[in-house]
């Protein structure tokens, strides 16, 4: 009985060092691409600041092994991240979605650019007017070296 | 003029976030399962490889899921707690023995008590994803209809069990027929 | 013995800094001379006793005192000496003992650097400065004491965290505070000339070079931490967004556009509360990294063990400290008014732009970081702000920076004089272009548009800020420190430019199972594995791979990853082997043994990463040469300035 169970322990830790990602690669570079950014886009749980890419922890081999599996069967990225945010919610996203509670987040650049502009033109105009009524030019005599 | 008060008025609103997410838990993800059908599962039971254990035998009956393994020091932490709460409560307890071995999971609740009416193994931690485990320990309350009512993460005390689980249970029985 | 003694130096410290507050702001404000007096020696007295509170920590590390609960819990008779040193800043306390002890050096450098500064005007620079270290002391002594008992005394310490237990932990934190820190001088200037209800030009002259030098050390601080992370890490990344990471590019960002808009306000009198507002962020960017990394609000590897009571006393300093110079600002900005004016294409055109970018990505960083926060704070659900938000976004801004940075160097105060260098500058586009076209093509084989745009964007800026010193050098006209300087720092900006591309665009990263006597081949490099064995450290037990690299057939080098465990904390540690070279880097990093004697095995290529710090020495270089200009040096005259100045024309 004792070496049955030596033997089945044995067994369990062999097979847990194959669930380890070996990281082969797809032989579709297209697949492998998919793959690269997938798991850079998910969270790790567990080590919260990584990827599953980059993570060392149990469950994100885990999960890279779900993307993996998911790929192969043919799931599109977003039934892969459906997946994932189906199970842990939107925290598992690094990149955040674009629904009504992001728009602010996603929207901001480009807002945020023309409210720079849209400022920076009104100050511009404002002093090239004063400028073009200034034709002394002595005051760039004075002032710092 | 007052563009001028902008900045402090910007400053205001950060502060009250701020002061507020002092007391939040930016790191605790909370379920989305909650409302809604709990994963099926059928697996393998933690004593005898030839039984299952699936949700399926407990169909119509509300029940506990508790996530545990070997390898967590929090499981360790509330398993004498989880036997006593286990013992009195109606509800069953079913185990989830997660990405664990199997021998030590046996040697453990030998040696330590067996609260769970059923234990599953979850070798490769399909279940777990499934259920949205990302850590141990982690306890679901699942009610008659199979609906994912709460999830409680860290491990399980009587205060809590008082708290968050039996009012629910409570709530849940009076509405089935 | 030793640790009480520090304890009261700190008490002391505290009372000096209260001493330098109050008698220095209240004697410029009652014009008393005798208390304004006070506020010098009361800021050479605190930095004494400062460093000897920092000396005790020091010495009961050194001495393995672990009666001291501090040092129980950071550090190890068996930690090699100079880690011991390090580890004094390794956890909060320790490093708000190294933030107290940074802010008394530069108080200390402003008070004896100032000789020439109105009495009034320093008197409030050193009050507010007492302030901060108020404060910080105060927050110390009731939450952060480094100096409590632990009784009875551990038998040996808890030892500093493996990752840690690195050269870069020396130099990486006291760079990055001094940096950081030294944001408080412009603050304090800021605040003081708002006091006053004065800011002109001979201000903007003075603050100028402090707020270089602060800079300067935050450059180089950042670059390290960039620098550690990416070998220390296992992973060879360079850059996480992590929000810490965040916390200190903002202050950063800040800081460069506060440095350009004092260039304006000290040649023109414009952009005063732009300058102003700038000074106020910059620091308070500052301060609220400090908040970030130690209130537990936000997740980052960086966070310090955190606890509610520490945020709330440092978000209520924050809120002082910024309210209370903000509340100044919206007293005093509105007179700021100006009507010296300026065309479009004009130098200050230029940098109204360049504020109103750096301005806009600092925002945008902020917003992404506290998102989840917000997102918390209302109910709205748990999202993650992550790297791939960050780097799409940051570019919204930054092209069109870099875009402008090649033009802006050339153009002149007040009037537009860029068509006489439309060709000059066409042409060093044109040629930035074909260059990095040859180089894509010919060293990496496969056009990108990432490739091509940055390395375009970064010879260009290369180019264009070599034009400047050379045809001034060509044409014999003087070269003054700040030209130089900004030649020299745009000259970074080029080189950091080239290196990013460079490594995002072609960087290769591969995971694969090896076995002894297997190899793979990358880039066209052959890591061929040789097996590993166990070796022993000081602290530590490891197991180490070896890889033969070879390229066509010549070795290249032999690299030596480890996987460590350390003894005291068994925490298992990827120590990864890195190959540096001109043109890339080859990285390699064992993963976890697999069945048999294999093992999974990170190997990256990483092409120009070094150029990315290399870029960052060359800003600093700049910054350093800038600062060293002859008009910063200390005069023998009051504010006023001479009405004529031979060199004033064209120098930034």
Redesign the interface.
């Known amino acids: 009985m004792k070496r049955l169970l030596a033997l089945l322990t044995l067994l369990l830790l062999v097979a847990r060092a194959f669930g380890v990602d070996t990281g082969e690669e797809f032989a579709d570079p297209a697949l492998q691409a998919r793959y690269e950014r997938l798991t850079h886009d998910l969270r790790c749980l567990v080590c919260q600041n990584e990827s599953i890419a980059d993570s060392n922890a149990g469950l994100a081999a885990d999960l890279r092994r779900e993307v993996r599996e998911m790929l192969s069967a043919g799931k599109s990225d977003q039934e892969i991240l459906a997946f994932m945010t189906d199970r842990y919610g939107d925290f598992v996203l690094f990149r955040p979605p674009f629904v009504a509670r992001t728009w602010l987040l996603w929207l901001a650049p480009a807002l945020l650019l023309a409210a720079g502009a849209w400022i920076a033109v009104r100050i511009i105009r404002q002093k090239a007017q004063l400028a073009r009524t200034d034709t002394d030019d002595s005051d760039l005599d004075s002032g710092s070296a | ?1 007052w563009r ?2 902008l ?2 008025a910007g ?2 609103i ?2 009250v ?8 838990e ?2 605790t ?5 909650i409302g809604k059908p709990a994963p099926s599962f059928s697996l393998p039971s933690v004593d005898n490889p030839a039984q299952s254990v699936s949700n399926a035998d407990y169909r119509g009956r509300m029940y506990v899921l508790n996530v545990w393994g070997t390898w967590c020091i929090g499981c360790r932490e509330e398993h004498a707690a989880l036997l006593a709460i286990a013992h009195t409560s109606a509800v069953p307890f079913v185990g989830l023995n997660w ?1 664990d ?3 030590l999971a046996i040697q453990w609740l030998k040696e330590l008590g067996n609260p769970y009416t059923a234990c599953a193994f979850d ?4 279940v ?5 485990v ?2 141990a320990p982690e306890t679901f309350l699942v009610d008659a209809n199979g609906v994912v009512i709460h999830k409680h993460i860290a491990p399980l005390t009587e205060e809590i069990w008082q708290r968050d689980f039996l009012p629910r249970i409570r709530a849940a029985s009076k509405a089935a027929p | 013995m030793i640790p009480e003694l520090g304890h009261f130096a700190l008490i002391l410290a505290l009372c000096l800094a209260l001493a330098q507050s109050v008698f220095g702001l209240a004697g410029a404000y009652t014009r008393r001379t005798e208390w304004m007096s006070v506020a010098r020696p009361a800021v050479a007295g605190q930095f004494v006793f400062v460093a000897l509170a920092f000396g005790c920590l020091t010495a009961s590390f050194l001495g393995n005192d672990f009666s001291v609960r501090y040092v129980a819990l950071n550090s190890n008779s068996a930690l090699p000496t100079f880690y011991r040193v390090a580890a004094v800043w390794g956890a909060h306390e320790g490093s708000l003992m190294l933030w107290i002890l940074v802010l008394s050096i530069w108080s200390i450098a402003v008070a004896a650097l100032s000789r020439s500064l109105p009495d009034t005007f320093i008197a409030r620079v050193l009050g507010v400065l007492g302030l901060i270290s108020t404060g910080f002391l105060t927050f110390t002594l009731a939450t952060s004491n480094p100096f409590l008992r632990l009784l009875p005394p551990a038998m040996d310490g808890n030892d500093l965290n493996p990752l840690l237990q690195d050269f870069a932990l020396a130099v990486h934190p006291p760079i990055l505070y001094t940096g950081y820190v030294g944001f408080a001088v412009a603050f304090s200037f800021a605040c003081a000339a708002m006091l006053e209800g004065r800011l002109d030009q001979a201000w903007a002259r003075w603050t100028r070079p402090w707020t270089i030098v602060a800079w300067m050390f935050l450059t180089i601080g950042i670059a390290l931490g960039s620098w550690w992370a990416y070998y220390e890490l296992g992973w060879g990344g360079w850059w996480f967004w992590d929000p810490v990471e965040n916390a200190s590019f903002m202050p950063w960002l800040a800081g460069t556009a506060l440095i350009h808009s004092l260039a304006v306000t000290e040649k023109r009198n414009l952009f005063r509360s732009w300058t102003l507002l700038l000074a106020i962020f910059a620091f308070s960017l500052s301060l609220l990294g400090t908040f970030l990394v130690r209130s537990g609000v936000l997740i980052s590897v960086h966070s310090f063990a955190s606890d509610p009571a520490r945020g709330v006393f440092i978000l209520a300093f924050l809120t002082l400290c910024i309210g209370g110079a903000l509340t100044l600002f919206a007293w005093r900005a509105p007179k700021l008014g100006s009507s010296a004016g300026f065309e479009l294409g004009s130098r200050e055109s230029f940098l109204l732009f360049n504020n109103a970018l750096l301005v806009i990505a600092a925002s945008l960083i902020l917003l992404g970081t506290l998102y989840p926060l917000f997102m918390d704070g209302l109910d709205l659900g748990k999202i993650s702000v992550g790297p791939p938000y960050f780097r799409a976004v940051f570019l919204v801004p930054m092209l069109p920076l870099l875009a402008l940075l090649g033009v802006g160097m050339h153009s002149t105060w007040k009037r537009a004089r860029l068509a006489e260098l439309k060709r000059p500058l066409l042409l060093g586009l044109a040629g930035a272009f074909a260059l990095a076209l040859v180089v894509v093509l010919i060293a990496y084989g496969r056009v990108t548009i990432l490739a091509l745009v940055g390395l375009t964007a970064g010879l260009w800026i290369i180019f264009s800020a070599l034009r400047v010193p050379v045809s001034r050098l060509l044409s014999r006209q003087g070269l003054p420190a700040s030209v130089l300087g900004m030649s020299i720092a745009h000259f970074g900006v080029g080189i950091f430019t080239i290196g990013v591309a460079g490594v995002e665009a072609y960087k290769i990263e591969k995971d694969v199972a090896l076995r002894p006597g297997q190899s793979v081949q990358i880039a066209g490099y052959d890591f061929a594995f040789r097996g590993v064995h166990d070796v022993a450290g000081p602290n530590y037990n490891a197991i180490e791979g070896e890889f033969d690299v070879t390229r066509k057939g010549a070795l290249v080098r032999v690299l030596r990853p480890q996987k460590r465990v350390y003894r005291v904390q068994t925490m298992p540690m990827t120590e990864a082997a890195i190959t540096v070279g001109w043109t890339r880097d080859l990285f390699v990093a064992l993963g976890d043994q697999l069945g048999g004697d294999a093992w999974s095995v990170r190997i990256q290529y990483k092409p120009l990463i070094r150029y990315i710090w290399l870029g960052a020495v060359f800003m600093a270089l700049g910054g350093l040469t800038a600062a060293s200009d002859r008009r910063y040096r200390p005069v023998r005259v009051t504010d006023t300035l001479p009405a004529k100045d031979a060199t004033a024309r064209d120098t930034p």
């Not at chain 2, 976030?17 to 939040?24: A, D, I, T, V």
């Not at chain 2, 993800?29 to 399962?33: A, E, F, T, V």
């Not at chain 2, 070798?123 to 399909?126: I, P, V």
């Not at chain 2, 777990?128 to 949205?132: A, R, T, V």
């Open positions: 003029m001028y008060l900045p402090l400053l205001a950060l502060v976030f701020f002061f507020f997410g002092l007391q939040r930016p790191g993800i909370p379920s989305p399962l990405k071995e199997r021998p070798a490769d931690g399909r777990g994803i499934d259920w949205g990302y850590g």
